[in-house]
């Protein structure tokens, strides 16, 4: 018996990485999921790999149609959604003086307004089903403040805030809302080769993390359990809330 038997999930950003990873453990604890992204071959491939249980969906989290279009799908192919995964984000790093208006708006568009969209999208139909559960992707950034990610860490710290806001108004409606926060997982976003200007060209994730407390980088599989405790009936006393998954990252100072 699974923890999610019979739920129907909505994940975003689920065609690699983080997303991918809470797709294929949803799946596996018994739930029907619904995979957005904007990487459709991909999202197709990784649908098609967890069989009748999961339909892909072109999902780009900055386009309000597409989010209804998500919700359709979720409710058309399996008869209701009871959960959401807001997990869609992109990363972008240079210092203030160097950030465009342009690149500033593009990262409060994906991180911010894409959560956004994506909690009104889902609301009727977690209240038509009875109540359920929204888990949103923050950030050790949205717990401290990190130079050179002025972008970044404000969406984060909105994120945080707007799940409490969720919490408050969808409690009585059965719908509880959290926000996750992670920091130093190996994912693609934030691996050193594709963020350009983070370190130097030869570092690799390990090295970045090796101060740690627990002296290594994290893997998506360790979040996604975390999640998975968030959308199932484990947490379920848990509201508005945000729950770090770091390494001991935001614990203190490691040079002492």
């Known amino acids: 018996m699974g923890k999610l038997d019979g ?13 991918e990873a809470e797709a294929r453990l949803f799946a596996a604890e018994g739930a029907s999921v619904v995979l957005g992204d904007i990487l459709d ?22 386009s309000e149609s597409d989010w209804t279009a ?29 950030t465009t208006l342009d690149a500033y708006m593009h990262i409060v568009g994906v991180n911010q307004v894409g959560v956004f969209l994506g ?5 009727p139909a977690l209240t038509a089903a009875g109540g359920g559960t929204i888990v949103n992707t923050s950030s050790t950034s949205g717990l401290q403040g990190v130079a050179n990610m002025i972008g970044y860490t404000a969406t984060k710290f909105a994120v945080r805030g707007m799940t409490k806001v ?29 963020v350009e200007g983070l370190v130097a060209d030869d570092t690799s994730s390990a090295d970045i993390y090796a101060a740690l407390p ?5 893997q998506p599989e360790e979040v996604t359990k975390l999640a998975l405790f968030l959308t199932s009936d484990d947490s379920s006393y848990s509201t508005g809330a945000e729950f770090l998954i770091d390494g001991g990252m935001t614990a203190g100072p490691t040079w002492a």
Do not use: C, W
């Open 119 to 123: 909690m009104k999208a889902v609301i």
């Open 214 to 218: 627990l002296g290594r980088v994290g």
């Open 7 to 19: 739920r129907v999930i909505l994940v975003s950003g689920a065609a690699r990485g983080q997303g």
């Open 70 to 98: 998500a919700v359709a799908e979720a409710t058309t192919a399996f008869g209701k959604l009871d959960g959401l995964v807001n997990n869609a984000g992109i990363l972008q790093f240079g210092p203030i003086v160097d």
């Open 41 to 62: 071959d991909q999202g197709t491939a990784v649908a098609k790999s967890l069989g009748d249980a999961a339909r892909y969906v072109h999902l780009d989290v900055t």
């Open 166 to 194: 969720a919490a408050l108004e969808l409690g009585r409606a059965g719908i509880r809302v959290n926000s996750i926060h992670p920091g130093g997982i190996d994912t693609p976003m934030v691996r050193p080769e594709n």
